[in-house]
């Protein structure tokens, strides 16, 4: 199947810095690409959605202005976390399609952030 | 946003046993996804049943779709110990691609 490359897996940053996350489609182009947050022994929350070229589109109650999304090109999307605070520690998960909404969603091995 | 929920939030079998997880979702879909989360780790695609589709199956894993009740259910046979983690149903559908997530069922298979 088609690879997600997330990049870093860990990461720990002090309090008021930013984090930069990186998710690579390897071997397909995507257009879109979807971010996720997940707490402990709870389910996948999408944050947005990735669009190349353009504006990622947040879901409600996601402080975009906290979470900076950039599609830059088709295979590259990054989730930068703003003025970190110890509440953003979280598991931060990307996605990508090959296609439509018909098809398999792949995703990235996840990055832990901790703010300390 | 979350869509669907899950029972049982958690399920702890006998190897060898079976284990169904069942998925209710609220709004029209184009399909249902199941997923597989090994804990702290990133997903993997089990299965995609469209809506016009009643079951399918893949290796030990059966998946039915009712649309008319909202609700999907996942059945692993012959369960092994390789089967615990968390097991999670997502639907698509709509212009906007997006694939939403249940709540999860953890599941725990004891050798």
Partial sequence: ??????H???????SGTSVKIECRSLDFQAT????YRQFPK???MLMATSNEGSKATYEQGVEKDKFLINHASLTLST????????EDSSFYICSARTGGSGTEAF???GTRLTVV | SQQ??????ALSI???ENATMNCSYKTSINNLQWYRQNSGRGLVHLILIRSNEREKHSGRLRVTLDTSKKSSSLLITASRAADTASYFCATGGGATNKLIFGTGTLLAVQP
Avoid: N, Y
């Fill in chain 1, 107 to 109: 995703f990235g091995q």
């Fill in chain 1, 79 to 86: 989730l930068t976390v703003t003025s970190a605070h110890p």
């Fill in chain 1, 8 to 14: 870093p897996s860990r990461v720990i940053c002090k």
């Fill in chain 2, 4 to 9: 669907g929920e899950e029972d049982p939030q």
């Fill in chain 1, 42 to 44: 709870q389910s996948l």
């Fill in chain 1, 32 to 35: 879109t690409m979807f971010w």
């Fill in chain 2, 14 to 16: 006998q190897e060898g």
């Fill in chain 1, 1 to 6: 199947g088609a690879v997600v490359s997330q």
